[in-house]
């Protein structure tokens, strides 16, 4: 199994090599050169396996021989037996052929634990293996950061620093991410938005002579191995609702275009996927898209739904790759477009783009009217994100087929957006109850690269 870069210029390598690699050298995002395939037959084999058969069948071929059946099976064990779910994603009705797939029960309470638990296990098997330290920096609107900060706090090879935009993260997020004692764990407040921490990101990877003096690696969705693990849910959800004998279609809270993409490879596997409807908040650059009006990047608006506050969202790269009949020149060519303001999307590439997704937006009031009515409707009490999938898939949902829409973060994230709008204030878990009163370590930093890097060099242990 080979992968290449969606900018055509850099390397094959193989999973290890682009799990450990992160961005391509060519400023690219690494796909698999082909994607395997599922019969009907093994899909509906999957019926009835734990989640981790699940995981453990639709990753293997993407793997190769970079780990050996029993040593991947024992790393998917480790990653989900932090979840406080049998289950690990359960599905739960809202209505007639509407089920919300709560992925809010790992560690860090989104459903970023799903891969990055995955990824860490992953890593530390390479590292030792290998004899090697990195330099994990990572980019976060909220989510991500401590989801790799639980993945990788504590570990004697592995720094971790993460960048996340000062003022605009939940005060949960927020502080999952400052209050871990590990010295390892930096978290860094930068004077900015999440499209400037990203950048920051992509231009240290595109430093090589920083790259290589820190040992720099990504855990964002840049990392083909986080989009991999996002995969299994789709599988697993679709065929307990009866795949691949009948189809489902899903609804996903978008921000960076990792978790649609994700469905969207489920897609290419073989499930019988009917609609991928992609769900944005009022940073709608991607429902903008997808209805033909060019990707332009505006300015960040701070929403309810913070997680979700991205304009340039990095897997649409990966998609743009694909509509473009896999031409790196091309995608080259519109990512330069990008960083001037935007571009057009090609009529064929539109085609191909509409074939594949469909999409909606929430606006503010929408989102809080949302987690009001499911309450009342379900009992459900949804997070911001998910309210957003929900207000969604109900606007564009065909009754006929069942719909499933992710609900990617617990509401105890986000307590003062839910009791707003619901009156509800949802309490943290027991394992997380003293988190207001954990003392806070943080580092605020301008928007700087040279101040970034700076810092980075400064705290990394030799
Ligand atoms: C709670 C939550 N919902 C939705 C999203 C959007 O997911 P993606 O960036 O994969 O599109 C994020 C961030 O990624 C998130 O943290
Ligand atoms: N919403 C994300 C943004 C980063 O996304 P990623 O999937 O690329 O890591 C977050 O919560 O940080």
């Not at 989510?143 to 504590?154: K, L, M, P, Q, V």
């Not at 960048?163 to 949960?172: D, I, K």
């Not at 897609?267 to 908040?281: E, H, M, Q, S």
């Not at 074939?355 to 909606?360: L, P, V």
């Amino acid at each position: 199994m080979k992968y290449i870069s969606t900018r055509g210029a850099a390397p094959e390598l193989n999973f290890e090599e682009a799990m450990l690699t992160g961005l391509a050298r060519d400023g690219g995002l690494y796909v698999p050169a082909q994607i395997p395939q599922m019969s009907a037959d093994e899909i509906a084999a999957l019926a009835g396996l734990t989640y981790e058969e699940v995981a453990q069948r639709v990753m293997r071929p993407f793997i190769g021989d970079a780990f050996s059946d029993d040593e991947f099976g024992e790393i998917i064990a480790r990653a989900y037996d932090q979840f406080n779910h049998a289950a690990r994603a359960p599905l739960v009705q809202l209505d007639s052929n509407h089920f919300l797939l709560e992925l809010f029960h790992g560690p860090t309470l989104a459903f970023k634990d799903f891969a990055m638990q995955l990824i860490g296990q992953l890593f530390q098997s390479a590292l030792a293996r290998r004899g090697e330290r990195i330099t994990i920096v990572g980019a976060t609107s909220g989510d991500t950061g401590s989801a790799a900060i639980e993945a990788f706090r504590g570990l004697d090879n592995v720094d971790v620093f993460i960048l996340f935009p000062h003022g605009r993260v939940s005060e949960v997020q927020r502080r999952q991410m400052t209050t871990p004692s590990e010295s390892n764990v930096h978290a860094l407040a930068v004077d900015g938005d999440f499209d400037d921490c990203q950048a920051a990101l992509k231009d240290m990877f595109n430093d090589f002579e920083f790259r290589e003096e820190v040992g720099l690696a990504g855990v964002n969705s840049i990392n083909w191995a986080r989009v991999l693990a996002q995969v299994v849910y789709y599988f697993s959800s679709t065929v307990s609702l009866g795949a691949p004998h009948r189809k489902v279609s899903f609804t996903v809270p978008t921000g960076n275009f990792g978790d649609i993409f994700a469905g969207y490879i489920a897609k290419r596997i073989g499930l019988p996927i009917d609609r991928l409807i992609v769900a944005t908040n009022q940073n709608d650059i991607l429902h903008r898209s997808l209805t033909g009006q060019g990707y332009r990047k505006g300015q960040v608006q701070p929403s309810i739904s913070p997680s979700m506050d991205i304009q340039v969202s990095s897997n649409f790269e990966r998609a743009l790759f694909d509509a473009y009949g896999r031409d790196g020149d091309a995608v080259t060519q519109l990512m330069d477009e990008l960083q001037q303001g935007g571009f057009e999307i090609s009529q064929g590439a539109m085609q191909y783009l509409r074939e594949q997704f469909d999409s909606g937006r929430a606006s503010e009031e929408e989102t809080l009217a949302t987690i009001a009515q499911t309450l009342t409707s379900s009992g459900e009490l949804l997070c911001p994100h998910s309210a957003v999938g929900v207000k969604v898939a109900n606007a564009l949902r065909d009754p006929e087929v069942p719909m499933i829409t992710l609900a990617t973060a617990h509401p105890a994230k986000f307590p003062d957006a839910v009791e707003q709008a619901s009156g509800v204030r949802p309490p943290l878990p027991p394992a997380m109850a003293d988190m207001y009163d954990r003392a806070e370590r943080v580092t605020r930093i301008a928007n700087d690269l040279g101040a970034l890097k700076g810092h980075i060099k400064g705290h990394i242990r030799a």
